[in-house]
């Protein structure tokens, strides 16, 4: 398989963000998490909150997974991150992206991309509820907030 540059050498540090446009992708789980996301970006949009789901990776700044990575959602995925402009963050939300979960690796299954890339974000839970999603992603940004000056 080619080299993916999202799994970059160990130790390379990702940039923090203060903005939080998410661009999603659903990498090859059971989409249990990618429905309760779906439930947490409708809620989003009926407030007014500043964390948004967003149709294309290139006004995203955060890449966040669901699920374990396939062979076939591999380049998928690497595409993504590659169109994102400007400092970027991976998230991996639920047991599969994290370390596998249920889906371990085999030929078709390359396993959770938390065990294989540096993330900023890594919710387990199989499935997280919306509510916990949130909590994560805005602990996350207060984190940022009350680091970087
Ligand atoms: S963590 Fe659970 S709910 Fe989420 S994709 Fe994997 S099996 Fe489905």
Redesign the pocket.
Same mark, same amino acid.
């Given at each position: 398989m080619a080299q993916l540059h999202l799994f970059g050498p160990e130790g390379t540090p990702l940039p923090r963000l203060e903005a939080l446009d998410i661009f999603h992708i659903e990498s090859g %789980? $059971? +989409?249990?998490?990618?429905l309760e996301l779906a439930s947490l970006s409708r809620a989003l949009l009926a407030g007014s909150h500043p964390i948004r789901f967003v149709p294309t990776p290139r006004q995203a700044g955060m890449l966040l997974l +669901? %699920?374990?990575l396939t062979a076939g959602m591999a380049p998928v995925v690497e595409l993504a991150w590659q169109a994102m402009p400007g400092p970027r963050v991976l998230a991996v939300i639920?047991? $599969?992206?994290v370390d596998g979960?249920?889906?371990g690796g085999n030929y078709a299954v390359l396993g959770g991309v938390g065990e294989r890339a540096r993330t900023s974000m890594a919710l387990p839970?199989?499935?997280p509820a919306p509510d916990e999603i949130l909590a994560a992603l805005v602990r996350w940004q207060a984190s940022v907030r009350g680091t970087s000056g």
């Open positions: %789980g $059971c +989409t249990g998490c990618a +669901t %699920g374990s639920g047991d $599969c992206a979960g249920l889906f839970g199989c499935p």
